[in-house]
């Protein structure tokens, strides 16, 4: 029987929104949402009402901290950075935590939306501890850009990727990356052995910004590089089908 993304829940699953319903009252009047799934799968509609659900969550989970997570954290920060209204934000620590937050969150929910009977990506240790006090393994790591050319676009794309950084030594990765109006983000996990450090394809090092779990300080949104249109977000929620590495030693 199916589970709560969140904990061992297995009864009352409820429709959890993949985009936050709040969002909703940033884009009046007609939008597009995209969806590209791990299978490269897409799918793409224009609407009126953003009104997209999974059920993957138990009652519990969705009326209790996942609310508090939406109004504590994700309206208040991403809303001036979602509209583009506002210059000279300041990304500050606390900011950069209200932001990892609901990516992971979000991650989480798309990796259980279109999972059949495979295991889910991240382990139930995680995603437990996650519930219980938010907090997000080290080896997750999250960038931010700022995008034009996609005011009334909504696009979210997941992807498990696998290769090998020599022939005994594997490595599996899973990427969320979203653009809501002019905010993107992309989080990207990995699994592998030892501790060699992953880089993506270098193409966008000018433009995203690594918020988490280091943040540049000083950083000021927007900032002065940002993505321009669907095709330079396509590219960048791929940049990790191919990655460079340090291998240590």
């Known amino acids: 029987m199916k589970e709560c993304a969140f904990c ?24 597009t ?3 590209k799934d791990g299978r490269g799968r897409i799918v793409e509609w224009d609407t009126e009402k953003i009104d997209w659900k999974a059920r993957v969550v138990c009652a519990s989970c969705n009326n209790g901290w996942m609310s508090d997570i939406e109004a504590q954290h994700a309206k208040p920060v991403l809303t001036p950075l979602i509209t583009g209204q506002q210059i000279g934000i300041p990304i500050t620590q606390e900011t950069a935590r209200s932001i990892a937050i609901f990516a992971f969150k979000t991650a989480v929910v798309m990796d259980h939306a279109y999972r059949r009977n495979e295991e889910p990506w991240f382990s139930s240790r995680l995603r437990y501890a996650f519930r219980e006090n938010q907090s997000i393994s080290s080896g997750i790591e999250m960038w931010m850009c700022a995008a034009s050319g996609l005011r009334k676009l909504i696009s979210l794309e997941s992807g498990y990727y696998s290769g090998h950084l020599t022939p005994t030594y594997p490595i599996h990765s899973y990427v969320c990356t979203v653009a809501i109006g002019h905010f993107v983000f992309q989080l990207h996990s990995g699994k592998h052995f030892g501790y060699t450090k992953l880089y993506p394809l270098p193409d966008f090092d000018a433009i995203a910004v690594q918020f988490w779990p280091r943040l540049e300080e000083g950083l000021v949104w927007p900032f002065a590089a940002h993505l321009r249109g669907k095709e330079d977000f396509r590219r960048f929620s791929m940049r990790w089908r191919q990655f460079g590495h340090n291998l240590p030693g």
């Open 33 to 35: 949402v995209k969806y």
């Open 8 to 31: 061992p829940a297995t009864a009352n699953l409820t429709a959890e929104h993949i985009i936050s319903e709040w969002i909703e009252d940033l884009f009046p009047g007609k939008s």
